[in-house]
């Protein structure tokens, strides 16, 4: 499900992918951290892979995934009971933080 997020949003059909993305724009980061930026937009995400993945940046990402998953499952029609966002989230971390390590490896 989280493969299938990342690759509807992010374009990553493999977690190799991940070593082309275009990370967010340093200035626009640091700014959003500071609370002075209007951060991620939701139509063009862009992980700071130079960050860490609880930074400000990437955690209204996590959020924003997470809405973006509750669409994917309604219209596949997943249905995963008593699970959170926290939960979701936890997964879509772990996930950036393996496509993270590929991207800084390229």
Known sequence: LIRRLYS????????DDAMTHEPAPAEEVKAYNQGIGTGPQA???HW????????????????ILVGELHVLMDEENWEYPGR???????????KFKRLR???RTA
Do not use: P
């Open 84 to 94: 959170s966002d926290g939960y979701y989230q936890d997964y879509i971390k772990e």
């Open 43 to 45: 139509h063009d995400l």
């Open 48 to 63: 700071d892979m130079r960050g860490l993945v609880d930074s400000a940046w990437n955690v209204a990402i996590c959020r």
């Open 8 to 15: 509807r949003v992010f374009d990553f059909c493999t977690d």
């Open 101 to 103: 390590t590929k991207w």
